[in-house]
């Protein structure tokens, strides 16, 4: 039995919108219902965990790290404000000026990489008939081993003298003489970035491939009567259908990647000649390797103008995403 | 009610009998007066001061596993004697800098943390004033040497106690050498050359480090660059002078030492990767501490017998070395500072620290002169050459006072990077000139 028109409206005010009453302010709680003031109280409980968290961890942190980088502390002592003095010295470091231009070489190389990769193999495993729960998760293995433990292994397999790589190369004759992996800077910053493409790959395969599961059959069927072979069913079916999460997987891993540490501080340190560096890590070798925690601190915001640009875009995508389809 | 009281609070209070009280005051008041663990032993009694604490302490990750064995049993004495909790932690010397700052700043962490180079003036507004203890270690054993005094002296006061300074020099093969037809390790460093294009040519090139690790690579590049003439900045600590003919020439023999002479896979080396590939027989000369040579009696009896050690070459200025001093740093924010400065002074005492350097064997050079005629030098003839480098050793930062700013430009690899970029493919000017200014924005700051 259909529900009678005027019932409507009592529907939608009982319906428990807890944070659109948390914004009502004090006038409007005191006019609330008793219904509305237990529904505003228990968002309160619900949600103070998570902002006594994020205040903790996520917004003192940041806040501190910004004023930070306005003093010239150095370790053991108090620092005096010096304005935007930190930021003009590091806008005349050639090392910082080296480790922007690696950061954008590593993050835009790797993540191209990644998806690459990624999307292959997602569309193997999607096409794959047998053994696909032992591939998905052997297939993770790079992505759940701790970071630094790989790392560590991936050091050992490029070592110059014990590398395993060069032995491999050496006896079906690629090479005659042993390769410095992480000796030259171009070849330091190509092995940093496999490495990472290495880790980073199952991250966006497995993505992808829920992604790839939810695009219906028909679809392809469709496309196949009307005569598209198997790359223009790629290109214009599965590519644009995918874009969403696509877009979704890149814009975390353009995070990720841009902020990453471990990898380049256990494989290099930052070297040859910082021919390695990133952000973050010469952020730690000025910051708590010299001990000046202010210019650290500058050096580590550095990076924050381009993630909140890559945040922004992320959170407008995907607000334009939900709008689509709620208009649909 | 028996000895167990309640107090307001709640608390467990043991009442003490008012003889055994008198006995422990005059206990610790006899302990005061002969001073630390000798007047605790005299009295038979742990002071009272030191009772129930916890003593931690940051250690390296020796590379003479005896050595730990015996710090370990003077630990355990002390901790007895003196009835405290002593907690030995252990990480590697890369990592010290981190963990000091971190506790620095959280003024939490260890009470004892060993430091590295020069690394104590880095750490300086932390560490508390420990001039009472290592005035008193020096009196009594010959006075300092010039390099750890530096290190770990402001001038003013000392910030750390030196522990040890680490042995250096070049380990070669003398069977390799001698098929090349060198029967005597090079002099100078253009015979050094000579040697090395010889060994090359026979696929056993030399092998050195020029990576972002704490000391291989800046104990080789310190000593080149002022045993060519150069060095960084004048004796006030301003004036950076690094742009000179004698680092010139450093930089443009090291780059030619690179092709003819070097392993080319070095840029990318830790300290560790020499001695694997030494002991690995792809290398036949390598500048180390003595640690190649005692894995090798343990683990390669072979490479053991035909390894010697030799000293740094001479350049047009001299013979040089820059070698790690390790310091024991008393933490500023540390609430048993007493009893830190007690377990450094007992430590350092000539007979605990005597039997400590035995184990080393050459490894550790003690920091203070009154060691120099003992018999460990000379047990081993192949080890005697370990015992004089910290004679022309130099601190880094040299002619300028040790400091802060000398500090910053060791963490930053700046004099190891400028090697580098000349090896890369830059000029040995242009690699000169950065260097120069990344000095200058050091110095001048």
């Known amino acids: 039995m259909p529900q009678p028109a005027e019932s409507a409206p009592a529907t939608v005010l009982s319906k428990p919108t807890p944070i659109r009453t948390a914004a009502f302010g004090l006038g409007r709680l005191r006019r609330a219902s008793r219904t509305e003031r237990r529904e505003w109280l228990l968002a309160l409980i619900l949600l103070t965990p998570a902002l006594v968290m994020l205040g903790l961890f996520v917004a003192y942190p940041f806040v501190r790290g910004i004023w930070l980088g306005l003093l010239d502390s150095v370790v053991g002592r108090e620092g005096q404000f010096v304005g935007l003095q930190n930021y003009a010295k590091l806008w005349n470091d050639s090392i910082f000026r080296r480790t922007a231009q690696n950061t954008f070489i590593y993050t835009g190389c790797a993540t191209f990489l990644k998806l690459t990769l990624g999307m292959l193999v997602a569309l193997m495993l999607n096409n794959l008939v047998g053994f696909k729960r032992i591939l998905r998760a052997?297939?993770?293995?790079?992505?759940?081993?701790?970071?630094?433990?790989?790392?560590?292994?991936?050091?050992?397999?490029?070592?110059?003298?014990?590398?395993?790589?060069?032995?491999?190369?050496?006896?079906?004759?690629?090479?005659?003489?042993?390769?410095?992996?992480?000796?030259?800077?171009?070849?330091?910053?190509?092995?940093?970035?496999?490495?990472?493409?290495?880790?980073?790959?199952?991250?966006?395969?497995?993505?992808?491939?829920?992604?790839?599961?939810?695009?219906?059959?028909?679809?392809?069927?469709?496309?196949?009567?009307?005569?598209?072979?198997?790359?223009?069913?790629?290109?214009?079916?599965?590519?644009?259908?995918?874009?969403?999460?696509?877009?979704?997987?890149?814009?975390?891993?353009?995070?990720?990647?841009f902020a990453d540490f471990q990898l380049v501080y256990i494989l290099t340190g930052g070297g040859p000649a910082n021919s390695t560096h990133l952000f973050a890590t010469y952020a730690y070798q000025i910051g708590v390797a010299t001990g000046k925690l202010g210019e650290g601190a500058a050096a580590s915001l550095a990076m924050f103008p381009v993630l909140f640009m890559v945040v922004l875009f992320q959170l407008w995508y995907i607000r334009r995403g939900e709008g689509g389809k709620g208009g649909a | 009610m028996d000895e167990q009281r309640r107090g307001n609070s709640g608390r467990r209070w043991t009442s003490v009998p008012?003889?055994?009280?008198?006995?422990?005051?005059?206990?610790?008041?006899?302990?005061?007066?002969?001073?630390?663990?000798?007047?605790?032993?005299?009295?038979?009694?742990?002071?009272?001061?030191?009772?129930?604490?916890?003593?931690?302490?940051?250690?390296?990750?020796?590379?003479?596993?005896?050595?730990?064995?015996?710090?370990?049993?003077?630990?355990?004495?002390?901790?007895?004697?003196?009835?405290?909790?002593?907690?030995?932690?252990?990480?590697?010397?890369?990592?010290?800098?981190?963990?000091?700052?971190?506790?620095?700043?959280?003024?939490?962490?260890?009470?004892?943390?060993?430091?590295?180079?020069?690394?104590?003036?880095?750490?300086?507004?932390?560490?508390?004033?420990?001039?009472?203890?290592?005035?008193?270690?020096?009196?009594?054993?010959?006075?300092?040497?010039?390099?750890?005094?530096?290190?770990?002296?402001?001038?003013?006061?000392?910030?750390?106690?030196?522990?040890?300074?680490?042995?250096?020099?070049?380990?070669?093969?003398?069977?390799?050498?001698?098929?090349?037809?060198?029967?005597?390790?090079?002099?100078?460093?253009?015979?050094?050359?000579?040697?090395?294009?010889?060994?090359?040519?026979?696929?056993?090139?030399?092998?050195?480090?020029?990576?972002?690790?704490?000391?291989?690579?800046?104990?080789?590049?310190?000593?080149?660059?002022?045993?060519?003439?150069?060095?960084?900045?004048?004796?006030?600590?301003?004036?950076?002078?690094?742009?000179?003919?004698?680092?010139?020439?450093?930089?443009?023999?090291?780059?030619?030492?690179?092709?003819?002479?070097?392993?080319?896979?070095?840029?990318?080396?830790?300290?560790?990767?020499?001695?694997?590939?030494?002991?690995?027989?792809?290398?036949?000369?390598?500048?180390?501490?003595?640690?190649?040579?005692?894995?090798?009696?343990?683990?390669f009896p072979e490479v053991f017998k035909v390894i010697n050690h030799a000293p740094m070459p001479k350049g047009p200025a001299g013979r040089f070395y820059q070698l790690p001093t390790l310091s024991s740093a008393v933490m500023k924010y540390s609430k048993n500072q007493k009893l830190a400065k007690e377990f450094i002074?007992?430590?350092?005492?000539?007979?605990?620290?005597?039997?400590?350097?035995?184990?080393?064997?050459?490894?550790?050079?003690?920091?203070?002169?009154?060691?120099?005629?003992?018999?460990?030098?000379?047990?081993?003839p192949k080890l005697t050459v370990f015992r004089d480098v910290i004679k022309d050793a130099r601190q880094i930062g040299y002619a300028g006072p040790p400091g802060r700013k000398a500090s910053e430009a060791l963490a930053k690899y700046i004099i190891v990077d400028m090697f580098v970029k000349a090896i890369q493919g830059d000029k040995p000017e242009v690699a000169l000139r950065w260097a120069t200014e990344e000095l200058r924005k050091i110095y001048s700051a």
């Open chain 2, 345 to 380: 002074r007992w430590y350092m005492s000539k007979e605990q620290y005597g039997k400590w350097f035995e184990v080393m064997e050459t490894f550790a050079i003690p920091p203070t002169k009154m060691w120099y005629d003992h018999p460990v030098w000379t047990k081993d």
């Open chain 1, 138 to 257: 052997s297939m993770l293995l790079p992505w759940i081993v701790p970071t630094v433990l790989s790392t560590l292994a991936w050091k050992w397999m490029l070592d110059p003298t014990f590398s395993i790589v060069n032995w491999i190369l050496y006896q079906v004759g690629f090479i005659r003489l042993r390769v410095d992996w992480l000796g030259g800077p171009v070849m330091a910053m190509g092995s940093v970035i496999l490495v990472n493409v290495w880790r980073g790959t199952p991250f966006f395969a497995i993505t992808l491939l829920a992604g790839l599961q939810t695009i219906s059959p028909d679809v392809y069927e469709a496309a196949s009567i009307d005569g598209a072979n198997a790359w223009q069913r790629f290109w214009k079916v599965t590519w644009p259908l995918l874009m969403p999460v696509t877009m979704v997987v890149v814009l975390f891993s353009v995070i990720q990647t």
């Open chain 2, 18 to 299: 008012r003889r055994t009280f008198l006995k422990a005051a005059a206990a610790s008041a006899g302990a005061a007066a002969l001073g630390g663990i000798p007047g605790i032993l005299a009295a038979g009694q742990a002071p009272a001061y030191s009772k129930g604490t916890k003593l931690h302490l940051l250690q390296w990750l020796n590379f003479v596993p005896a050595g730990d064995k015996v710090f370990l049993a003077q630990v355990e004495e002390f901790a007895r004697q003196m009835a405290v909790a002593v907690q030995v932690e252990r990480i590697g010397m890369n990592d010290v800098r981190t963990r000091t700052t971190a506790a620095i700043e959280a003024k939490s962490g260890p009470d004892i943390i060993l430091i590295p180079n020069n690394l104590p003036h880095l750490f300086g507004d932390g560490l508390a004033d420990v001039s009472d203890v290592a005035e008193a270690i020096g009196k009594d054993q010959g006075g300092y040497y010039d390099l750890p005094r530096a290190n770990a002296s402001s001038g003013k006061r000392w910030i750390a106690v030196p522990q040890f300074v680490y042995s250096w020099a070049w380990n070669y093969r003398e069977d390799w050498l001698k098929e090349a037809g060198i029967t005597k390790f090079p002099e100078t460093w253009e015979e050094f050359r000579e040697m090395g294009k010889k060994l090359k040519a026979m696929g056993r090139p030399i092998g050195q480090g020029f990576g972002h690790s704490e000391n291989d690579p800046n104990n080789y590049v310190y000593p080149l660059v002022w045993g060519f003439g150069g060095y960084e900045v004048e004796k006030d600590g301003k004036a950076v002078v690094l742009d000179k003919k004698g680092t010139l020439e450093a930089i443009k023999y090291n780059t030619a030492l690179w092709k003819e002479a070097l392993d080319e896979t070095g840029l990318s080396w830790d300290d560790a990767s020499n001695n694997r590939a030494f002991l690995a027989g792809s290398m036949s000369v390598t500048g180390n501490s003595p640690s190649i040579y005692f894995v090798a009696r343990e683990k």
